[in-house]
């Protein structure tokens, strides 16, 4: 008989996977659909990364509300989930009186006794290479950083662990309704049923909206372009340097990734929902930005450059509703920036809609907290030497640059969800993710990767379906023992 769900959620960027694990605690049947063929595909795996703290919310609007409800998950995701973000704090530069009483605001929607605005000799005691040309900072302490990948798999392991299924290469093309309560979520491999369904498909969430007969505004796609400087750079810059913002954006800013690189960008470009090319102009407006702030910026340390996709809406808000069709269908559009912030405030609110609906929310008697795999570049020697006591895989190093080993390799490759293409699993363990960006484990990674998921060369991925790294033979040994002349 065919399974029906409570929930079915679409898309497993930090959003449907915030949302799959806060209904994880609940007595629910949950099936979370991706089109990729992993988590974090999406808009998700290319930002800045950073937890806006309270004094970058936007006052009046849906994404202020739901960005202010979620500071308060994160210390429950450190417990829970075992994920720990890096508190950097920010600095908001002023150039001019104008910027100036900017800052004033910010303190003001910020609210915490602890946010001060600083001269500028003041401002580089905290950040020395800070450009000459500020008149004053407002520096919060309470901004965080993370890895957006690693906030995604928490999320995603945390739901999987208690019980939420995932499954990959599921594109969702439209919906159905069975008598007036289930509704059909129709894919190409085959279709599924539940009593509520979650579009939280990021930029396609729209279309999937107006598919279901409801009436969106066309969405508007804006690109974010990024430098990323290697780790040598590392207390370069310590906190998140932001401009004041301009009409369309946060600006460009600078800022320290939690595993220790410099991020620069990003800026704000017009753009198809599916162009995350870089340009030679877009990155120069990279550098011009970082540079007005940090006038020294080393961008010869640079060792990636990428771009993000902005979902955005005409009003600049998210919009969540209920389907006006299907009343157990609810849409996420435009969830923008601060969305990864936002991410537990949203899945909370959902979960307050769902209710609305009609579906029942009981409690587990009992919820799995997930426990992080060790990363071997961060423990001391002690614990080192500990977990190649207990496995010498510990000792078996893959990434030379991230010092990653062959224990972490296999653990990605068998968590649940799993990696199953390279780019999978650099954004699990950062394996390739280091200075050299794969030159040295690109090697022997493949054949790891082989023998543990028993394929073949032509088989490996780099990133979605048809990435394939390898296509063919170029040359053949023809007889390995021949003599040479
Ligand atoms: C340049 C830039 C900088 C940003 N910086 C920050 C920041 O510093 N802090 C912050 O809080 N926020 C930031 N944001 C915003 C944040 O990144 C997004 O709000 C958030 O990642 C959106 O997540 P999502 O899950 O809604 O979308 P996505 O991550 O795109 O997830 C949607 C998923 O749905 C899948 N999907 C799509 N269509 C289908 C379908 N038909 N069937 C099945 N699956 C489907 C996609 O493959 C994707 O995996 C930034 C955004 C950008 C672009």
């Given at each position: 008989?065919?399974?029906?769900?409570?929930?079915?959620i679409?898309?497993?960027?930090?959003?449907?996977?915030?949302?799959?694990?806060?209904?994880s605690?609940?007595?629910?049947?949950?099936?979370?659909?991706?089109?990729?063929?992993?988590?974090?595909?999406?808009?998700?795996?290319?930002?800045t990364?950073?937890?806006?703290?309270?004094s970058?919310?936007?006052p009046e609007?849906?994404k202020?509300e739901?960005?202010q409800?979620?500071?308060?998950w994160?210390?429950k995701?450190?417990?829970?989930?075992?994920f720990h973000?890096?508190v950097?704090?920010?600095l908001?530069?002023?150039?001019?009186?104008d910027?100036l009483?900017?800052?004033?605001s910010?303190?003001?929607?910020?609210?915490?006794?602890?946010?001060?605005i600083?001269?500028?000799?003041?401002?580089?005691?905290?950040?020395p290479n800070?450009s000459d040309?500020?008149?004053a900072t407002?520096?919060?302490?309470?901004?965080?950083?993370v890895?957006p990948f690693?906030?995604t798999l928490?999320?995603?392991?945390?739901?999987?662990?208690?019980?939420?299924?995932?499954?990959?290469?599921?594109?969702v093309?439209?919906?159905d309704l069975?008598?007036s309560?289930?509704?059909?979520?129709?894919?190409?491999?085959?279709?599924y049923?539940?009593?509520?369904?979650v579009?939280?498909?990021?930029?396609?969430?729209?279309?999937?909206a107006?598919?279901?007969?409801?009436q969106?505004?066309?969405?508007?796609?804006?690109?974010?372009?990024?430098?990323?400087?290697?780790?040598?750079?590392?207390?370069?810059?310590k906190?998140?340097?932001?401009?004041?913002p301009?009409?369309?954006?946060?600006?460009?800013?600078?800022s320290?990734?939690?595993?220790?690189?410099i991020?620069?960008?990003?800026?704000?470009e017009?753009?198809?929902d599916?162009?995350?090319?870089?340009?030679?102009?877009?990155?120069?407006?990279?550098?011009?930005?970082?540079?007005?702030?940090?006038?020294?910026?080393?961008?010869?340390q640079?060792?990636?450059?990428f771009a993000?996709?902005?979902p955005?809406?005409?009003?600049?808000?998210?919009?969540?509703?209920?389907s006006?069709?299907y009343?157990?269908?609810?849409?996420?559009?435009g969830?923008?920036?601060?969305?990864?912030?936002?991410?537990?405030?949203?899945?909370?609110?959902?979960?307050?809609?769902?209710?609305?609906?009609g579906?029942?929310?009981?409690?587990?008697?009992?919820?799995?907290f997930?426990?992080?795999?060790p990363?071997?570049?961060?423990?001391?020697?002690?614990?080192?030497?500990?977990?190649?006591?207990?496995?010498p895989?510990?000792?078996?190093?893959?990434?030379?640059?991230e010092?990653?080993?062959?224990?972490?390799?296999k653990?990605?490759?068998?968590?649940?969800?799993?990696?199953?293409?390279m780019?999978?699993?650099?954004?699990?363990?950062?394996?390739?993710?280091?200075?050299c960006?794969?030159?040295?484990?690109?090697?022997?990674?493949?054949?790891?990767?082989?023998n543990?998921?028993?394929?073949?060369?032509?088989?490996?991925?780099k990133?979605?379906?048809?990435?394939?790294?390898?296509?063919?033979e170029?040359?053949k040994?023809?007889n390995?023992?021949?003599?040479?002349h």
């Amino acid at each position: 008989m065919k399974k029906i769900y409570d929930v079915i959620i679409i898309g497993g960027g930090v959003v449907g996977c915030a949302i799959a694990w806060f209904l994880s605690r609940f007595n629910l049947e949950i099936l979370l659909l991706e089109r990729e063929l992993d988590v974090c595909c999406g808009i998700s795996k290319a930002n800045t990364g950073i937890i806006h703290s309270r004094s970058y919310l936007t006052p009046e609007t849906v994404k202020g509300e739901l960005h202010q409800r979620a500071l308060p998950w994160f210390p429950k995701i450190e417990k829970e989930l075992d994920f720990h973000p890096l508190v950097t704090g920010a600095l908001t530069v002023a150039f001019n009186r104008d910027d100036l009483n900017y800052l004033k605001s910010l303190k003001k929607i910020g609210k915490y006794d602890d946010t001060e605005i600083l001269s500028l000799q003041e401002s580089q005691i905290l950040e020395p290479n800070l450009s000459d040309r500020i008149i004053a900072t407002y520096y919060d302490p309470h901004a965080m950083v993370v890895s957006p990948f690693r906030l995604t798999l928490a999320f995603a392991e945390g739901a999987a662990l208690n019980g939420v299924e995932f499954q990959f290469n599921r594109l969702v093309e439209g919906f159905d309704l069975k008598n007036s309560k289930k509704i059909i979520v129709k894919t190409p491999n085959e279709n599924y049923e539940a009593f509520f369904v979650v579009n939280a498909a990021g930029l396609s969430s729209t279309k999937l909206a107006q598919q279901s007969g409801d009436q969106v505004p066309t969405l508007s796609a804006f690109k974010g372009e990024y430098i990323l400087l290697d780790k040598e750079n590392q207390g370069f810059v310590k906190n998140i340097i932001y401009p004041v913002p301009s009409l369309v954006s946060k600006g460009i800013l600078v800022s320290p990734t939690p595993e220790g690189n410099i991020l620069a960008g990003p800026n704000f470009e017009s753009c198809y929902d599916d162009d995350t090319s870089t340009t030679f102009q877009g990155l120069n407006e990279v550098r011009a930005g970082a540079q007005k702030l940090i006038p020294r910026f080393p961008f010869d340390q640079t060792i990636q450059i990428f771009a993000g996709i902005r979902p955005t809406l005409p009003e600049r808000d998210f919009l969540i509703f209920v389907s006006k069709k299907y009343p157990g269908l609810i849409h996420l559009c435009g969830i923008e920036s601060p969305g990864l912030t936002a991410s537990p405030g949203i899945a909370e609110y959902v979960g307050e809609l769902l209710i609305q609906q009609g579906l029942s929310l009981k409690e587990k008697d009992q919820i799995i907290f997930r426990k992080a795999f060790p990363v071997f570049h961060d423990c001391d020697w002690k614990k080192r030497e500990d977990l190649i006591a207990q496995n010498p895989d510990w000792g078996h190093i893959v990434c030379r640059c991230e010092e990653v080993t062959l224990a972490e390799v296999k653990y990605a490759l068998n968590m649940n969800p799993p990696a199953r293409t390279m780019d999978g699993l650099k954004r699990r363990i950062r394996v390739t993710a280091g200075r050299c960006q794969g030159s040295f484990c690109q090697m022997h990674l493949p054949s790891i990767v082989m023998n543990q998921l028993n394929i073949s060369i032509q088989d490996l991925l780099k990133s979605g379906k048809n990435s394939n790294l390898f296509v063919g033979e170029t040359k053949k040994v023809v007889n390995a023992h021949a003599t040479p002349h």
